[in-house]
């Protein structure tokens, strides 16, 4: 059974599914922003003297990264308020949860980079008289970074991919506007390539960034 396509119909459409894109493109940058934030406090608490931290950032690291993301959403969307009786709305909700979960992919990787430093540079600074926060500051994490942009940019990715889970909280991002126009327009099969094109149109430069990156820290190496 042969099918006719007509892409016609979602041009009426085109202003829902840009607002929809620029929810997403907003949201992530917001996820992508606190989520380094988080990922850095965290990886570097992996790796201090104190077990207490060690262990709280452990938990949490773990935590989140072997909880499926759709579940996470739903938890503090509906779950919150319950134990807590903390009521977020589902864009925070989103937020929160998105940084969380990402935060605990970045922290790896900041934890990575960091240990992948030749210990003896860290010894040559406090033979210096610098202090461990001046070691880490000026020594360590400079060179860290250099090594941390390929998979930091891999990740932050993966999170505009996993901005789509939040249609389940009907925030009206890309994905929960193609399915409003699906509805509407009974024309599912062209909206969903629409959508996914639009998906690859804004991937598609980040992704040749990551390559150049990838690219030049091997030739610097």
Do not use: C, H
């Not at 969307?77 to 009521?87: C, Q, R, S």
């Amino acid at each position: 059974m042969s099918y006719t396509w007509n892409f016609d119909i979602v041009w009426g459409y085109r202003w829902i599914l840009l607002n929809g894109t620029a929810v997403t493109i907003g949201l992530t940058i917001a996820v992508i922003v606190l989520g380094l934030a988080v990922g850095l406090v965290a990886g570097i608490a992996q790796l201090s003297r104190s077990p207490v931290l060690r262990w709280a950032s452990w938990a949490y690291i773990e935590m989140f990264r072997l909880t499926p993301l759709l579940v996470l959403l739903l938890w503090f969307y509906y779950a919150l308020p319950i134990v807590t009786g903390i009521k977020l709305d589902a864009l925070t909700a989103s937020i929160v949860t998105l940084t969380l979960y990402g935060g605990s992919f970045y922290a790896e990787i900041i934890r990575g980079g960091i240990v992948s430093i030749d210990p003896g540079q860290s010894e040559a600074g406090m033979a210096l008289g610098m202090t461990p926060a001046k070691v880490m500051r000026r020594i360590v994490l400079p060179q860290a970074i250099k090594r941390m942009i390929p998979p930091l940019m891999n990740q932050s990715i993966i999170q505009f991919k996993n901005t789509s889970l939040v249609s389940v909280l009907a925030v009206p991002d890309l994905l929960y506007q193609g399915q409003v126009a699906a509805m509407d327009t009974y024309r599912a099969l062209e909206v969903y390539t629409v959508v996914a094109a639009i998906y690859v149109i804004v991937l598609l430069p980040l992704t040749a960034i990551v390559k150049r990156a990838e690219k030049r820290l091997a030739q610097s190496n």
